[in-house]
């Protein structure tokens, strides 16, 4: 069965890079069905899409964030990252890494358990 | 593009049926028919309940069931039980690989 592992650091600060490690395990993340993605929800908020990659590299991200993010595959190591550029507290948040099932699919069907990220100096 | 909208908050009684909509644009609900449903209860990830507006994954009651009418697509919860009690965020496909969600609905069980 599936599944996706977050890691990072819990605490970033202000301005800085804010960098999550998605470990796929139980199948492999090079499969060219599936998509990879990022989804993000803040304390007592509801869920944003940040972005996603497709297992030949094409990324694709929210518009709003589209500036200062940047999804990346490690298919060596069965892993995905995201990279999220000058953060403020706004950027504080619990982030999911997730799979979408394929082109004509537009679904999350796994879900990581989710890793707490928080901007503060 | 903006969050969808979705009522705060919704309850019944144990076997009742509850409702929830999400109204999005003609971009987005209004444009594809992928409008997806998640169930998430406090402290866990969300789990997906319904996919293409009314396609129930396996395992999910058939208690659940979607539907869409031009902007507004709605997930009906049957025969609500105590388990039923969670967030729900409907979702839907907006274009070029993007995804919106809405802002979710708590659902209570009386």
């Known amino acids: 069965q599936l599944q996706l592992q977050e890691s990072g650091p819990g605490l970033v600060r202000p301005s800085e890079t804010l960098t999550l490690t998605c470990t796929v395990s139980?199948?492999?993340?090079?499969?060219?069905?599936?998509?990879w993605g990022w989804i993000r929800q803040p304390p007592g908020k509801g869920l944003e899409w940040i972005g996603s990659i497709y297992y030949n590299g094409n990324t694709y991200y929210t518009p709003s964030l589209k500036s200062r993010v940047a999804i990346s595959v490690d298919t060596s190591k069965n892993q995905f990252s995201v990279n999220l550029n000058s953060v403020t507290a706004a950027d504080t948040a619990l982030y999911y890494c997730?799979?979408?099932?394929?082109?004509?699919?537009?679904?999350?069907?796994?879900w990581g358990k989710g890793t707490t990220v928080t901007v503060s100096s | 593009q903006s969050a969808l909208t979705q009522p705060p908050s919704a309850s019944g009684s144990p076997g009742q049926s509850v409702t929830i909509s999400c109204t999005g644009t003609s971009s987005d609900v209004g444009n594809y028919n992928y409008v997806s449903w998640y169930q998430q209860h406090p402290g866990k990830a969300p789990k997906l309940m319904i996919s293409?507006?009314?396609k129930r994954p396996s395992g999910v009651p058939d208690r659940f069931s979607g539907s869409k009418s031009g902007n507004t697509a709605s997930l009906t919860v049957s025969g609500l039980q105590a388990e039923d009690e969670a967030d729900y965020y409907c979702s839907s496909y907006a274009g070029s690989n993007n995804y919106v969600f809405g802002s979710g609905t708590k659902v209570t069980v009386l």
């Open positions: 997730v799979r979408r099932p394929g082109t004509l699919y537009h679904y999350i069907d796994v």
């Open positions: 293409e507006v009314s």
């Open positions: 139980g199948g492999s993340i090079s499969s060219n069905r599936y998509y």
